[in-house]
């Protein structure tokens, strides 16, 4: 077992507000404060994020497992694209395992957090100004209660009033968009001590040492000190239900390692043989039409490998596609119907070994 050093010191000083309103018979709430919740039980709340146009709010599902003995806070986040509905799954499936009597700290779990993508199953935050605009909310974090749209208002609620006053550390769980299906795949800054340890504790198919985007969820937590990795949980808009479990079994040993929970760690990185990169190579298309793929997720390829065809509408061949790069295979296209620019695949690689 690992301790965080000063663990629950954030939660100390946040205070949980009531804005006196009960939804479907769960009261909401405007800011959290996991040291103000009864210890040795489970608390589920609605949180009020931005309004509509109409006045109305976008309220947010939140459950806390709130321990009966002191400990670190972990987040898990899921929901910021729409149509990644997997980690939802994960999220619950982590939170239907914790028995708050037995446990020490908190778990906090923000179980989709763009409503408006997540009711429509699109990825991007649709807004209502400019006749429908689209946001990615994985690009505004921090986000800005100020700003200059509602997706990054409501991102700047939630880091402000729920996240960042709360948590020690956090999971932010994603999927491939739609069209696309991905493998089991954790993008980590293995710089960060805490952030390396995490990720070794999930049994992944791949991970990316990432520095991060500015803007993602993941990058603002770590430059604000939080550690914190993004867990690629397969494919969109559907339970992939081998990835879920593996994305569960990672979730767990890391709440068991870092004392929240007891019991024995499942498998990891090490035990699974994970495979490590610092680059994704991304293959996009040339011209329009009908893509044949020739590999799949983890098919290890090497330079000038055929990698799939396009066709026309006559069935001739328009374009052929090879790896370019040694790597395996992270991301394919599942759509077969293929427009100029789209991405067909990406390769999971080292750098190192390219120069070299």
């Known amino acids: 077992m690992t301790t965080l050093i000063n663990p629950g010191s954030v939660s100390d000083v946040a205070k949980t507000i009531y804005t006196g309103d009960i939804l479907q018979g769960v009261p909401v709430i405007s800011h959290l404060g996991v040291g ?26 939140v459950l806390v497992a709130k321990g009966d003995r002191p400990g670190p806070c972990v987040g898990l986040v899921a929901g910021i694209h729409g149509d990644e509905v997997s980690g939802i799954d994960a999220a619950q499936r982590v939170m239907a395992q914790l028995d708050p009597t037995a446990m020490a700290g908190s778990v906090v779990a923000v179980l989709g957090v763009s409503r408006p993508a997540v009711e429509y199953t699109r990825s991007h935050w649709l807004t209502a100004q400019g006749g429908g605009s689209q946001v990615d909310m994985n690009r505004v974090w921090p986000g800005d209660e100020t700003g200059v749209n509602a997706a990054t208002r409501h991102a700047g609620l939630l880091w402000n009033r729920l996240l960042i006053t709360n948590v020690d550390m956090v999971i932010d769980y994603h999927t491939v968009t739609t069209g696309s299906d991905f493998t089991l795949f954790l993008f ?32 603002a937590l770590v430059a604000s000190g939080i550690p914190a990795l993004t867990v690629e949980i397969g494919g969109p808009r559907r339970f992939d239900a081998s990835k879920i479990a593996r994305a569960v079994e990672g979730t767990c040993n890391v709440l068991k390692h870092y004392g929240l929970s007891d019991g024995p760690l499942g498998r ?11 680059a994704l190579e991304t293959i996009r298309a040339t011209t329009g039409g009908f893509l044949e793929l020739l ?18 509408a006559f069935g001739d061949v328009v374009a052929e596609y090879r790896a370019s790069v040694v790597g395996e295979i992270a991301v394919v296209a599942r759509d077969a119907l293929c427009e100029p620019g789209s991405r067909v695949v990406q390769i999971l690689y080292s750098r190192s070994e390219v120069e070299n």
């Open 188 to 219: 980590a800054d293995l710089r960060q001590p805490t952030v390396r340890q995490m990720a070794e504790l999930f049994p992944a198919e791949q991970i990316q040492n990432d520095p991060g985007l500015v803007g993602t969820l993941e990058t």
């Open 36 to 61: 103000d919740l009864a210890p040795g039980h489970s608390h589920r709340f609605f949180f009020e994020g931005v309004q509509m146009a109409t006045g109305q709010h976008w309220y947010v599902p």
């Open 295 to 312: 590999v799949d997720l983890r098919d290890r390829v090497i330079p000038d490998q055929p990698i799939a065809i396009q066709r026309n």
């Open 268 to 278: 990891t990185a090490a035990e699974v043989g994970t495979v490590y990169g610092d």
